[in-house]
């Protein structure tokens, strides 16, 4: 087990900007950054904060997500920042990833795998950051296993993840999800033991204006022993919970017939939360089914970044099963308060690497 994940190294917002040009300004280090080059305008974020310290020691992969049909002004802003992104990273690829197949199959998780493949971590790379701020679910997890096996499997080279997160403008992105939910590459269920019956806890996390979505990924999942929602508390909006509670009402009772104790909560700043409820949970549970039914945790991130790097972590660690309903086509509109009325909140992990000398951080048990 990956034992070190429990108290892993952990920056916070001011803290990010004091570690980066700390840890990073060491003339030997050399980085590669995995990022979005999309519309959304958290993708700069992290490579403008890199680069400032790194300069030339600083490459990236940016991932371009073609959707069929995206409007004007969403491919306008995601050239936009493609561009900028360019700027900031000189030594930069970025790839074009078609997320539905002709078929209208999701295929982005097999695709970027395939891209990661064929071009692999270089071999004078010290540091790899995976930025999953504006990744989707679909290429943002099998991304992270990768990189995070290549990371482990090397002897020197430290895998971070990053997230620019803002929930007040999660909520003003609306999606047009597409109706054919499935498990996300790398994260799809154990096939079971033949004498036993499989016992299936799924946990979708709740979000503004998903509802469509975790309907069509409870109907695809089936038969569940218990549904627990993971809801966002604390948060910054101390209201959030109750009002996605409220919106939520139809499926919690009437669909899901919910529990009210079987609700998970966790923090939506730290994802580190989330990761220990889920895996606490999910100790409890098999435990509970030992020798009578076989356990199977199914998750479902569709909000906060956050929550779902947790729900990454513990999904790794765990082999929990991750059910997913692609995005077809995204609305965007810039917020227009203040920029300071909702700022950005930043989260940076270090999951492996030599600052765990002595751990077991090779997930062998």
């Not at 305008?41 to 600083?58: D, E, M």
């Not at 900031?88 to 998780?109: E, H, W, Y």
């Not at 077991?360 to 048990?365: E, F, V, Y």
Request: charged share 25%; aromatic share 8%; hydrophobic share 40%.
């Amino acid at each position: 087990m990956r034992e070190h994940w429990t108290n892993c190294i952990a920056n916070f917002d001011a803290a990010v900007e004091e570690f980066v040009p700390d840890y990073f300004g060491d003339e030997n280090r050399k980085v590669l950054l995995v990022g979005a080059a999309g519309f959304d305008p958290r993708s700069r974020k992290i490579a403008g904060l890199l680069a400032g310290t790194l300069g030339q020691r600083l490459s990236a992969y940016f991932i371009r997500e073609n959707r069929p049909g995206p409007s004007g002004p969403l491919l306008e802003k995601a050239n936009a920042n493609e561009a900028a992104l360019k700027l900031l990273v000189p030594n930069s690829q970025v790839f074009q990833v078609d997320v539905f197949a002709d078929d209208g199959a999701p295929v982005a998780g097999s695709r970027i795998v395939s891209i990661l493949q064929r071009h692999p971590i270089p071999d004078d790379v010290t540091d790899v950051i995976l930025d999953l701020s504006a990744l989707s679910i679909g290429i943002g997890f099998p991304a992270a296993l990768m990189l995070l096996q290549d990371c482990e499997a090397a002897a020197n080279r430290t895998f971070h993840l990053m997230i620019v997160s803002n929930p007040e403008m999660d909520d003003k992105i609306g999606s047009v999800p597409s109706n054919r939910p499935s498990p996300v590459k790398g994260f799809a269920p154990n096939v079971g033991t033949a004498d036993m019956e499989i016992a299936q806890i799924w946990i979708p996390q709740l979000a503004r204006g998903r509802t469509g979505t975790l309907t069509q990924i409870g109907a695809d999942i089936g038969k569940c022993y218990k549904i627990c929602p993971l809801l966002p508390f604390p948060a910054r909006n101390p209201r959030r919970a109750d009002d996605l509670l409220s919106e939520y009402q139809n499926e919690l009772l009437n669909e899901w017939e919910i529990d009210p104790r079987d609700i998970v909560y966790a923090s939506e700043k730290n994802p580190l939360d989330c990761y220990r409820t889920l895996s606490t949970l999910k100790k409890r549970f098999d435990r509970t089914m030992e020798g009578t039914y076989e356990p199977r945790m199914v998750l479902s991130p569709v909000g906060s970044k956050v929550l779902a790097a947790g729900a990454l972590m513990a999904a790794i660690e765990h082999g929990m099963s991750v059910r997913y309903l692609e995005t077809e086509s995204y609305d965007f509109k810039e917020p227009t308060e203040a920029p300071d009325s909702s700022p950005d909140m930043i989260v940076h992990l270090i999951l492996s690497g030599p600052l765990y000398a002595g751990y077991d951080t090779t997930g062998q048990s």
